[in-house]
């Protein structure tokens, strides 16, 4: 009966659709799922960058590609980015057709080749961000996007949205033991799911950025979530 009185009173109290669900998963256990937020301002941006050239061959394009990446990975070191923090994130190798094709069985006409060769860039030092883009823009970077915030270190801003997460989990378990007239025991089992989300990427065009200053940026601030699902036993 103690089964049907918790039950009973769950669905009485209304929990409307996308809130976390609490049942009863076996006689004299409670389940219950928490959620905690912890706010932080990004102290690292991460973004992808690179050249696109195009020629007449494919050895042109890939030779004047090489030669552009190597000047704009240049700058980057020069603006204090370490080797460490560059990697490489595509390349690539493509005809390029005319642009007035009207069809027929002979095909679009290629025109030349085009390459393509990226790079992601991790910034720790944010009050650089703007002149590091700046430069990687004005040495030849024509292919800039994918700009995101992140934290060098989250473990403490993620205990707190953990802290969070586990007194929330606490206040609903006490509130549904207390409206179901039962008396609420020790914890029988925790288990985790961990979202690290910020502010969505901002697209980026190259041809949107001034050559004579840095580029304006605006950090935000990032918020890390954590979710957990806590098993309660119900007192005699």
Known sequence: MRIFNVVAMVAALGMGAGVPALALADEGHITVTGNGN?????????????????AATAAEAMAANSAALTEVLATLTGAGIERRDIQSSGLSLSPAYEDNYQGGPEGPKVRGFIAQNNVTVRVRALDSLGGVLDA???????????LTFG??????????ARRDAV?????????????AGVKLGEVISISEQVDYGGPIPQQMRAASFAK?????????????????????????
């Open 167 to 179: 007194a929330d989990a606490r206040r609903k378990a006490e509130l549904y033991a207390l409206a």
């Open 136 to 146: 990687a823009v004005g040495q030849g970077a024509n292919n800039l996007y994918g």
């Open 151 to 160: 934290l060098q270190d989250p473990g403490p801003k993620m205990d707190d």
């Open 212 to 236: 004579d200053s840095g580029v304006p940026v605006a950090e935000g601030e990032l918020s890390l979530s954590a979710s957990v699902t806590v098993v309660y036993d119900l007192a005699d």
């Open 38 to 54: 912890a706010e932080a301002a990004p102290d690292m941006a991460s973004v992808s960058l690179g050249v696109v050239t195009e």
